[in-house]
């Protein structure tokens, strides 16, 4: 029961997620808020290491299309990292939103050839697929340089509370993106 309330929970905050992106207006043509990264990453301790030496990353970003902080860019974020040497069924799934601050003032616009630093922050949940299924609470730290208007660099953080199966999904990761 108790597991069936937090699938619920993440669930509704995704679908209120969806449903505030969809009511959002933006001036921009390009990007439009929707970023896909792919990846990979290693655990950064050993409770993690014991399943895969690797993992491999792929990601979605959902802009909101305003900040819920000022100066910030807000969106959510759903990555998955699976064992290098595994199939999905050894996966970490983070569940997030983020909040992106660049080191500009700039606002977004960045047009090509210029680049831009930024940093991103984030807080949510963590499906577990390892040694078992499991929810905990999560949250990410992450730097990133936009290239162009469309391509993306970016190098998580992810921390997340041990799962009951004794596996902490403590991760770095390193993305390439493409903002739409």
Avoid: C
């Avoid at 959002?24 to 808020?33: A, E, H, I, K, R």
């Avoid at 390892?130 to 999560?138: R, W």
Wanted: charged fraction near 15%.
């Amino acid at each position: 029961m108790k597991r069936s309330i937090k699938v619920i929970a993440v669930l509704a905050l995704a679908a209120g997620s969806v449903v505030a992106f969809g009511q959002t207006t933006t001036d921009s043509l390009v990007p439009s808020g929707v970023t896909i990264r792919i990846g990979g990453g290693f655990g950064v301790d050993e409770s993690l290491n014991s399943y895969a030496s690797g993992y491999y990353g792929a990601g979605l970003d959902f802009g909101f299309g305003r900040g819920l902080l000022p100066g910030a860019e807000t969106y959510y974020s759903v990555d998955m990292l699976w064992g290098a040497r595994e199939s999905f069924n050894q996966s970490v799934i983070p569940l997030l939103i983020d909040q992106r601050f660049y080191t500009d003032k700039g606002g977004g616009d960045n047009s090509f050839g210029q680049t831009r630093l930024y940093f991103n922050l984030g807080l949510g949940a963590t499906y577990y697929n390892i040694g078992g299924s499991d929810i905990k609470p999560s949250g990410k730290l992450g730097v990133g340089l936009e290239f162009t208007q469309t391509i993306i660099g970016e190098a998580d953080l992810y921390l997340a509370q041990r799962s009951k199966d004794d596996v902490t999904a403590n991760l770095l990761g390193f993305y390439v993106g493409y903002k739409f």
